[in-house]
């Protein structure tokens, strides 16, 4: 009897690990390496976070533009959906905890939106193939669509490196705004409106009030974001003046409001 109950008490240890290896985490998001790629601080101890089941461009796809401006769009996506906010990142068992270099492999959510499926979503990625996961499924149905749709990295090249190309022009900068761990700058800044000459990008970056529209789209947009990729006729208002049009905000970009 004694043996049976010291067996439950390691069984219920056991299970209990397991448990806590797969219990969902909360995490601020302190940096973005790559669109599929970041470092979360959990309980004041900082891990790196690889997305599980999506590969956003790599140097060894090749350094063709658009695989170029894929990588920059998808990493700047991740910047705007999550940069220094709160995340939840929930671990696969299929998957394992952690991949070859140590990241911890993880789906992650800001509020109910999935990035790694939205990667997916908007062309900015493939599904890892290498790996199985349980969402593998899903994910494989987004990438398609996709594909068909022609987001991201799935359009005609030379078309998609022109519109690429007038998105985010010369604008190396924006490539290195990673975010300084320690540099906690108070949310407010960023909504602060700035009336210096410091030119359009960089009343874009600070105010985020510029979106960006189509001629015949019903929503207003982000810069970068997928959804318009492939449009010849962007047009950059204020929210202010797409909401005047009746426009709603995209759900998948979630530009200012
Ligand atoms: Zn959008």
Same mark, same amino acid.
């Given at each position: 009897?004694?043996?049976?109950?010291?067996?439950?008490?390691?069984f219920?240890?056991?299970?209990?690990?397991?448990?806590?290896?797969?219990?969902?985490?909360? /995490?601020?998001?302190?940096? &973005?390496?790559?669109?599929d790629?970041i470092?979360?601080?959990?309980?004041?101890?900082?891990?790196?976070?690889?997305l599980?089941?999506?590969?956003?461009?790599?140097?060894?796809?090749?350094?063709?533009?658009? !695989?170029?401006? &894929?990588?920059?769009?998808?990493?700047?996506?991740?910047?705007?959906?999550?940069?220094?906010?709160?995340?939840?990142?929930?671990?696969?068992?299929?998957?394992?905890?952690?991949?070859?270099?140590?990241?911890?492999?993880?789906? &992650?959510y800001? *509020?109910?939106?999935?990035?790694?499926?939205?990667?997916?979503?908007? /062309?900015? /990625?493939? &599904?890892?193939?290498?790996?199985s996961?349980?969402?593998? !499924? $899903?994910?494989?149905?987004?990438?398609?669509?996709?594909?068909?749709? /022609?987001?991201?990295?799935?359009?005609?090249?030379?078309?998609?490196?022109?519109?690429?190309?007038?998105?985010?022009?010369? $604008?190396?900068?924006?490539?290195?705004?990673?975010i300084?761990?320690?540099?906690?700058?108070?949310?407010?800044?960023?909504?602060?409106v700035? !009336?210096?000459? $410091?030119?359009?990008?960089?009343?874009?970056?600070?105010? *985020?009030?510029?979106?960006?529209?189509?001629?015949?789209g019903?929503?207003?947009?982000?810069?970068?974001?997928?959804?318009?990729?492939?449009?010849q006729?962007?047009?950059?208002?204020?929210?202010?003046?797409?909401?005047?049009?009746?426009?709603?905000?995209c759900?998948?970009?979630?530009?200012?409001?």
């Open positions: 009897m004694k043996k049976f109950l010291i067996l439950t008490i390691a219920a240890f056991i299970l209990q690990g397991a448990f806590l290896l797969f219990a969902d985490e909360e /995490g601020k998001v302190t940096k &973005v390496y790559e669109g790629r470092k979360v601080k959990i309980d004041g101890k900082s891990y790196k976070v690889q599980l089941g999506v590969d956003t461009p790599k140097k060894k796809w090749g350094s063709d533009e658009l !695989t170029k401006y &894929v990588a920059k769009a998808a990493k700047k996506y991740t910047i705007d959906q999550i940069k220094k906010k709160n995340v939840t990142l929930k671990a696969d068992k299929k998957a394992g905890d952690k991949n070859k270099s140590g990241d911890l492999l993880r789906y &992650v800001i *509020g109910k939106t999935h990035i790694n499926a939205e990667l997916l979503k908007q /062309g900015y /990625g493939k &599904v890892n193939e290498d790996l996961f349980s969402q593998k !499924t $899903s994910f494989k149905k987004y990438e398609s669509k996709a594909k068909k749709d /022609g987001e991201g990295l799935w359009g005609e090249p030379k078309k998609k490196v022109g519109v690429f190309a007038k998105l985010f022009g010369n $604008s190396d900068e924006e490539e290195d705004e990673d300084d761990e320690d540099a906690s700058a108070p949310a407010s800044k960023a909504t602060a700035k !009336t210096s000459s $410091s030119g359009e990008k960089r009343e874009y970056a600070d105010t *985020g009030k510029w979106v960006f529209v189509t001629k015949s019903e929503k207003y947009h982000r810069k970068d974001c997928g959804h318009i990729a492939n449009s006729d962007i047009e950059k208002i204020t929210v202010e003046e797409a909401k005047k049009r009746g426009l709603e905000p759900k998948t970009c979630n530009p200012p409001k």
